[in-house]
């Protein structure tokens, strides 16, 4: 039997950290994805000979995904009148369930912490992907946005998973290991079906030739 993974926490803290650990989940494994398959030359040279395109639309895909999803697990807790699902609003649901204020202090200060750290993808969110702020995409007035190396994603997501990992740890006990599963199938075995329809492929051609 599978167990849940919030364990002991109440109801109403469980309704948001559920969603918010699924979601974090989901980045890094779209993070690894990409980075197991922009990472390894042999795999980008293939792709460029036969399937640029889709190379572009697979990075392009990739890095919205984790940019924007990393923006909206930031937001504030409310958006106008509807509450949003982030670590924000689930910290406020916390600390109505939580008489600890060490423990609350603790939490807000680990996303003050991501929030800073992750100023830059917010920064494409909202003035890129989420909208098109006109000076900074043409580059008027001496705006730019941010470079951002992929250290910088990787420590993004490691800290949004230690925060999730603290709460978990709070509600079930220090020693609780919060799950987090692996996917099944990467980059690795994609190219590998890959390459092996086109070596089959390029068998065919040479099997044609006079």
């Known amino acids: 039997m599978s167990v849940h993974p919030a364990g002991k926490m109440p109801t109403d803290v469980a309704l948001e950290w559920c969603p918010i650990w699924s979601t974090v989940c989901d980045l890094h494994w779209?993070?690894?994805?990409?980075?197991?398959?922009?990472?390894?030359?042999?795999?980008?040279?293939?792709?460029?000979?036969?399937?640029?395109?889709?190379?572009?639309?697979?990075?392009?895909?990739?890095?919205?995904?984790?940019?924007?999803?990393?923006?909206?697990?930031?937001?504030?807790?409310?958006?106008?009148?509807?509450a949003n699902l982030s670590f924000a609003r689930l910290l406020k649901t916390i600390e109505s369930r939580c008489p600890h204020e060490q423990v609350n202090v603790r939490l807000a200060t680990m996303l003050d912490n991501t929030k800073v750290h992750c100023q830059p993808f917010t920064t494409w969110r909202n003035r890129r992907f989420g909208h098109a702020d006109r000076e900074m995409v043409l580059c008027n007035g001496g705006e730019r946005f941010p470079d951002v190396e992929q250290a910088a994603f990787e420590t993004a997501l490691a800290m949004l998973r230690d925060l999730l990992s603290e709460i978990h740890g709070h509600f079930n006990g220090p020693g609780a290991i919060m799950p987090f599963p692996e996917r099944i199938g990467d980059a690795d075995a994609l190219m590998g079906y890959i390459r092996a329809g086109h070596d089959v492929r390029q068998a065919e051609v040479a099997s044609q030739l006079p």
Do not use: C
């Not at 792709?47 to 890095?63: H, K």
């Not at 995904?65 to 990393?70: K, N």
């Open 30 to 82: 779209v993070w690894k994805f990409h980075s197991d398959l922009f990472g390894n030359p042999a795999h980008v040279a293939l792709m460029l000979d036969i399937l640029p395109g889709p190379l572009a639309i697979i990075r392009r895909g990739a890095l919205l995904s984790v940019t924007m999803g990393i923006g909206r697990l930031l937001d504030g807790p409310e958006f106008g009148p509807r």
